[in-house]
Structures are given as structure tokens and as C-alpha cells.
């Protein structure tokens, strides 16, 4: 009497909670590795950066922040491009310690825009005249690219050489490293 005796497969509850639990940590470790992966990408062009126009320069939520003139006209190819290791080192940086109060974010302006080209001032004698408007802003044609650190909304410092404007930077991440 070879009876064959059938039985009722139970379904275990524990082993697929348990299951279900390892699969939601794998997929939530996933998206975090990627959304880590996303934010430590190294910039290496100015679309990379948060442009502003005109009148927004002053208007930014952050107490504190950094300003970076430039023009994408081939006529300054040469002394922008001198800057551009320095300036996405930076905000390579600054993406990495965003939540450093420390490390200012740094935006940037491209004087080649028709409305930010009425900031640029052609055979003058001055390097920069500095204010809390857009209005008031004036770079001379020589002096681009600039570095310019606004404070509540007023220009506090400025600095035009390639050595002032690396120094400046490098001494940000040096201190917040």
C-alpha cells in the first residue's frame, strides 16, 4: 500500500517578510550609492554652473556668496580659459560641502548675454565700479574675468588677477577641507 500521501504547501510569511525586508535595504542602498555617485561628479564646463542675469546677482537667498564674471566671447578665450581648472575646482568643492556655511556657492555670470553685456565698460580706466544694483555694476573690458563676493545683497570685495582669484578660492577650500 504505497499510498501517496499529498500535502498542502503552507506559504511561510516570516521568509517572504524577511525576503521583501533585504530586497527594500539592497534597493535603498542602490539609490543612495547613485545619488552619491551623481553629487561628487567633478564639473568641467560652465553649463555645470548656476548662471545669473541681470538684476539676479544681487537677489540671491544666501547671506553670502561668490560671483564669477565672465564672457564666452572669443576675445577673452584666453584669459577665461586660464581660469577654468581653478573655477570648477571650486565648485567641484562647494558641491561636495554644500552644507558648509563656510564655503560660499558660487554663481556664475557671462558677459557675452546681451542683458549682462550692459555691465562691461569698453576703453575705460577703471578695473570695476561696485554697488548693490545691477545698474550700478561696471567692469571694464580688460579686467574680465572677475571674481566679485557679495554680502547682503552689496559687492563686498572683488578681485581681478588670476593669482588674487585663485588665492582667494584656494584659501576657502584650504580652510574647509
Not at 575705460?124 to 579686467?143: H, I, R, Y
Request: negative net charge; proline residues 1%; aromatic residues 12%.
Amino acid at each position: 500500500m504505497n499510498k501517496k500521501i499529498t500535502t498542502k504547501k503552507t506559504v511561510n510569511y516570516k521568509n517572504i517578510i524577511f525576503w521583501g525586508a533585504i530586497g527594500l535595504i539592497t534597493l535603498a542602498f542602490i539609490i543612495a550609492v547613485i545619488v552619491r555617485f551623481i553629487g561628487s561628479r567633478t564639473v568641467n564646463n560652465y553649463d555645470s554652473i548656476e548662471h545669473l542675469v541681470g538684476e539676479e546677482i544681487f537677489e540671491q537667498t544666501e547671506e553670502t556668496y561668490i560671483v564669477y564674471l565672465y564672457s564666452s566671447d572669443s576675445q577673452y578665450e584666453e584669459a577665461v580659459g586660464a581660469m577654468d581648472e581653478i573655477i570648477f575646482n571650486y565648485v567641484t568643492f562647494q558641491k561636495r560641502n554644500s552644507d558648509d556655511a563656510d564655503v560660499y556657492k558660487l554663481y556664475a555670470v557671462d558677459l557675452a548675454d546681451p542683458e549682462n553685456a550692459k555691465a562691461v565698460v569698453f576703453e575705460s580706466e577703471t578695473n570695476m565700479l561696485v554697488g548693490s544694483q545691477f545698474s550700478d555694476l561696471k567692469v571694464s573690458d580688460k579686467s574680465i574675468p572677475v571674481l566679485i563676493v557679495i554680502k547682503k545683497g552689496s559687492v563686498i570685495s572683488y578681485d581681478i588677477t588670476e593669482n588674487d582669484i585663485s588665492d582667494y578660492l584656494q584659501t576657502i577650500i584650504e580652510e574647509n577641507k
